[in-house]
């Protein structure tokens, strides 16, 4: 078994992980005002060239309706992705409450039992073994937390490139629209 200083950096440095692990899931709401004003600022063009739009045909009217299409695949493919990235998912939590007093009074029953202990040494060996259980957990749902959070960043990393894929086919447009107007 670890030492105590040992067990103390890792408990320290995995609760540190874990919250870290936590917070990630607020990330995934602070981005997305974003993509609420990249999508506005889209709807924003197409109102402006609206009468434009109507108008426009032949060669300039195909260019148009690719670009409006590879637009809207790409603004359709970010939202959902977006809706990927904030589906509900259940992270893990160390134990805690009463559960986790009720495991804690155990380890001290069976630190105190032991017919050469004393009231120092059944607390050394009780911290010790809590302090390896809270690490151990701290470990494994870190681990699992962090694979959820993962995925949720690949899906808001995907969603910010189709967005920002949509915004450049929009601008194309523009400079379309601005080029062709007589």
Not at 37 to 43: K, V
Not at 45 to 74: E, F, I, K
Request: net charge neutral; proline share 4%; glycine share 4%.
């Amino acid at each position: 078994m670890p030492t105590d200083h040992i067990l103390d950096y890792l408990a320290t440095t995995l609760a540190e992980a874990y919250r870290r692990e936590l917070d990630q899931e607020e990330n995934v709401w602070r981005t997305l005002p974003f993509f609420a004003a990249t999508l506005a600022l889209q709807l924003t063009v197409l109102v402006q060239l609206r009468s434009w739009l109507g108008a426009v045909a032949g060669p300039v009217g195909w260019a148009t309706v690719v670009l409006l299409s590879v637009a809207a695949l790409a603004t359709l493919a970010a939202l959902l992705f977006l809706l990927q990235s904030i589906l509900p998912a259940d992270l893990e939590h160390v134990e805690r409450g009463p559960p986790f007093l009720d495991h804690v009074e155990q380890i001290w029953a069976k630190a105190t039992s032991r017919p050469d202990a004393t009231i120092e040494s059944a607390a050394a060996e009780a911290l010790s073994t809590v302090k390896s259980e809270l690490t151990t957990q701290y470990a494994s749902v870190t681990a699992t937390n962090r694979v959820i959070n993962r995925r949720r960043a690949a899906c808001r990393r995907r969603a910010g490139v189709a967005t920002l894929a949509s915004v450049l086919v929009m601008l194309a447009l523009v400079g379309v629209a601005v080029i062709a107007r007589p």
